[in-house]
T-cell receptor, first 116, second 114 residues
């Protein structure tokens, strides 16, 4: 159990367009999900905390109007990169908190975004 | 900015040897520590977590925590070529009921040579 599915695994988009990434908890409910970004040879950096039914909490330096997060159900959070630019190209990873397994967060498989 | 520091490596060890990976953290109030393994292009996989000072063993892996020195390490015994990956040290941030957001180090690249 405790599977987190992220879709798509990779996406290429044109500069100026928007891309939506989905994060689903398949076999558990996740009131809280987290979105990370990882540039090559860099650490995972927390972008925002997504809470079901409420507004996301963004980390300092992350533009909330550019990275739109929606957590409309207990099993789905979406991250939309709006007006994407080449510098947004990165590996985006979500994780979900399992309500009954408090010792770890479960990660999705990640989404490789390339903006051309 | 609360930091998690790791030597980027690469750390090269021969097959069968012990690999020792180190991590320091700046937030003295940190309580929960995690080691993840990440293969290139993949998301992190949890290896171990540790809360208490001392050693915690799980199979070939041993995590060591010294809160006074703000230091956590991971030992991998009988290293295998399949252990070659980047190892990420992570520290939980936020309050106990705030979920499990993690502050990651940049990772140490481990290469186990046959």
């Amino acid at each position: 159990g405790a599977v987190v599915s992220q879709h798509p695994s990779w996406v290429i988009c044109k500069s100026g367009t928007s891309v939506k990434i989905e994060c689903r908890s398949l076999d558990f409910q996740a009131t809280t999900m987290f979105w990370y970004r990882q540039f090559p040879k860099q650490s995972l950096m927390l972008m925002a905390t997504s809470n079901e039914g409420s507004k996301a909490t963004y980390e300092q330096g992350v533009e909330k109007d550019k990275f739109l997060i929606n957590h409309a159900s207990l099993t789905l959070s979406t991250l939309t990169v709006t007006s994407a630019h080449p510098e947004d190209s990165s590996f985006y990873i979500c994780s979900a908190k399992h309500s009954q397994k408090n010792y770890e967060a479960f990660f999705g498989q990640g989404t490789r975004l390339t903006v051309v | 900015q609360k930091e998690v520091e790791q030597n980027s490596g690469p750390l090269s060890v021969p097959e069968g040897a012990i690999a020792s990976l180190n991590c320091t953290y700046s937030d003295r109030g940190s309580q929960s520590f995690f080691w993840y393994r990440q293969y290139s292009g993949k998301s992190p996989e949890l290896i171990m977590f540790i809360y208490s000072n001392g050693d915690k063993e799980d199979g070939r892996f041993t995590a060591q925590l010294n809160k006074a020195s703000q230091y956590v390490s991971l030992l991998i015994r009988d290293s295998q070529p399949s252990d070659s990956a980047t190892y990420l040290c992570a520290v939980k941030v936020g309050a106990a009921d705030s979920g499990y957001a993690l502050n990651f180090g940049k990772g140490t690249s481990l290469l186990v040579t046959p």
